[in-house]
């Protein structure tokens, strides 16, 4: 079945840069897109941007840009999204979520999220 | 950008009430409307796509409706299972708003 299995929680200093990865299972990682999410503590989704595994383009949120990098390894189906520069404001639950063969797709399935929290 | 706005932010219903959730995009958006559903400390699900379409193994009790800039998730007969927070997308084009969700409660 789908997986996606995120890297574990990560507690970071302002200023400094995180990196999440995304291990894709149980179909073909470049056939499908894949979103990145984040939730803060109480609040609701808000969407980072994208990355075509086939290729490596990417397409970011305004509000990230300059500050976030997607990546992608095929050789482990895997997904990085770094984002630099933290600030208290940044401490929230990374999700990775798969799209479909177009960008222009709802995300299913998710991965389990991993914490960030950004404190000094 | 074009932003999504959901109405109401929460609600309390009995079971077996009918529930409804409206989501309101600023610009037009076809029918690019996804619903999730996340319960409490779970990762969101995603529950209909394409405004009105079912995803596989979603009870039939939701439904959605809509096009352009209105749409509506129905619950037909709230279930204590469905106490969760749920969230409209658009995913026509690049930012992929969310609502800002509704949490929906039992009396």
């Known amino acids: 079945q789908v997986q996606l299995v995120q890297s574990g929680a990560e507690v970071k200093k302002p200023g400094a840069s995180v990196k999440v990865s995304c291990k894709a299972s149980?179909?073909?990682?470049?056939?499908?897109?894949m979103h990145w999410v984040r939730q803060a503590p109480g609040q609701g989704l808000e969407w980072m941007g994208i990355?075509?595994?086939?290729?490596?383009?990417?397409s970011y949120a305004q509000k990230f840009q300059g500050r976030v990098t997607m990546t992608r390894d095929t050789s482990t189906s895997t997904v990085y999204m770094e984002l630099s520069s933290l600030r208290s404001e940044d401490t929230a639950v990374y999700y990775c979520?798969?799209?479909?063969?177009?960008?222009?797709?709802?995300?299913?399935?998710w991965g389990q999220g991993t914490l960030v929290t950004v404190s000094s | 950008d074009i932003q999504m706005t959901q109405s109401p932010s929460s609600l309390s219903a009995s079971v077996g009430d009918r529930v409804t959730i409206t989501c309101r995009a600023s610009?037009?958006?076809?029918?690019?409307l996804a619903w999730y559903q996340q319960k409490p400390g779970k990762v969101p699900k995603l529950l209909i796509y394409?405004?009105?379409t079912l995803q596989s193994g979603v009870p039939s009790r939701f439904s959605g409706s809509g096009s352009g800039t209105d749409f509506t998730l129905t619950i037909s007969s709230l279930q204590p299972e469905d106490v969760a927070t749920y969230y409209c997308?658009?995913?026509?084009?690049?930012?992929?708003?969310f609502g800002q969700g509704t949490k929906v409660e039992i009396k």
């Open positions: 149980g179909y073909t990682f470049t056939s499908y897109y």
């Open positions: 979520a798969r799209g479909f063969d177009s960008p222009w797709w709802p995300h299913d399935p």
């Open positions: 997308q658009k995913y026509n084009s690049a930012p992929m708003t």
């Open positions: 394409a405004a009105s």
């Open positions: 610009q037009g958006i076809s029918n690019y």
């Open positions: 990355i075509n595994p086939s290729g490596g383009s990417t």
